[in-house]
């Protein structure tokens, strides 16, 4: 069903010498295929069967901009901005090589030295797969990420099912510990939904990213979307090269679980199957579980 539709939104959007659309594998949210064209090269196409509003194609186009002019990371080009549909301009698969991640740690730490920001959030709300990123502007990254990244998942009607109220709690008391448990680090530009399936590669092979959900905060929220979601072997190399160019402290591998909540929780509110993203969540939250003594 993915091609035939994919193809008519592209002929009612305007791409009328599209002739074909072979499905693609790897998005969550959207339904996405790439299109031959009668007198063109292919792009690659995605839409909802229901978008969930009308700018969450506008706002990952205007992400992919952000991410390549203030960050001067290879994205895809934009050709097409719709309610309902997004064209891109092809990338390739990345290559499975040690060499291509080193690099892709030079773009990564690149994009976080090089962007900082005096302030967490971003102008307007975006998204994070089918559900608005809410980016108000925060002067304190701890009480951004508290309350714009982990309980702003509360209230989801998948995570309210998932999640008993000890776990809720156990939640809050995690949230008003984040100055202990984390270091303060600055706002930069992050992608914001980095793991492996987007990262791909240009036509000369240097890294390239796609599906972003940007703001500024912290640069280890990407860095633990990616420890955190099974990366390839190839890529055991980027986290050092990553840290050494960031001068991350011995520290910041314990610091990934806490981080990703933000990533388990909204998967856990997407989608019936969340991957064990309910399990990871009662993993992490299980020391918070009992209020401390005196």
């Not at 030079?106 to 962007?115: F, I, P, Q, S």
């Not at 240097?206 to 990407?222: K, N």
């Amino acid at each position: 069903m993915s091609a035939p539709f994919l193809l008519d939104h592209l002929h009612r959007a305007g791409l009328d010498d599209a002739v074909a659309v072979e499905p693609a594998t790897g998005g969550l949210a959207a339904l996405a295929g790439i299109a031959t064209r009668r007198d063109g090269p292919p792009v690659f196409v995605k839409a909802f069967a229901a978008p969930p509003a009308d700018d969450v194609f506008a706002a990952e186009a205007e992400g992919l901009a952000a991410l390549r002019d203030l960050g001067g990371v290879p994205v895809p080009e934009v050709i097409l901005t719709g309610r309902d549909v997004l064209v891109l301009s092809m990338l390739r698969p990345r290559p499975a090589s040690e060499a291509f991640w080193e690099r892709f740690a030079h773009v990564l730490a690149r994009l976080h030295l090089g962007t900082t920001h005096p302030r967490f959030g971003w102008h307007q709300d975006n998204w994070l797969g089918r559900r608005r990123q809410s980016n108000a502007w925060t002067d304190d990254g701890f009480a951004f990420f508290a309350q714009h990244r982990l309980l702003r998942w509360l209230g989801e009607p998948r995570v309210d099912a998932a999640l008993d109220q000890a776990d809720r709690a156990a939640l809050e008391r995690l949230c008003d510990r984040l100055p202990d448990l984390l270091p303060a680090r600055p706002a930069c530009l992050t992608h914001g939904d980095l793991w492996a399936q987007n990262v791909l590669a240009t036509s000369d092979g240097e890294p390239a990213l796609i599906d972003p959900a940007v703001s500024y905060t912290w640069g280890e929220v990407d860095v633990a979307h990616m420890w955190s979601t099974a990366p390839p072997p190839e890529a055991a190399r980027f986290f050092e090269v990553y840290a050494d160019l960031t001068a991350l402290d011995a520290d910041w591998r314990t610091r990934m679980p806490i981080i990703q909540l933000r990533q388990h929780l909204a998967v856990l509110a997407q989608f019936d199957d969340d991957w064990g993203a309910a399990a990871q969540i009662r993993t992490t939250l299980a020391p918070f579980r009992t209020r401390p003594g005196p």
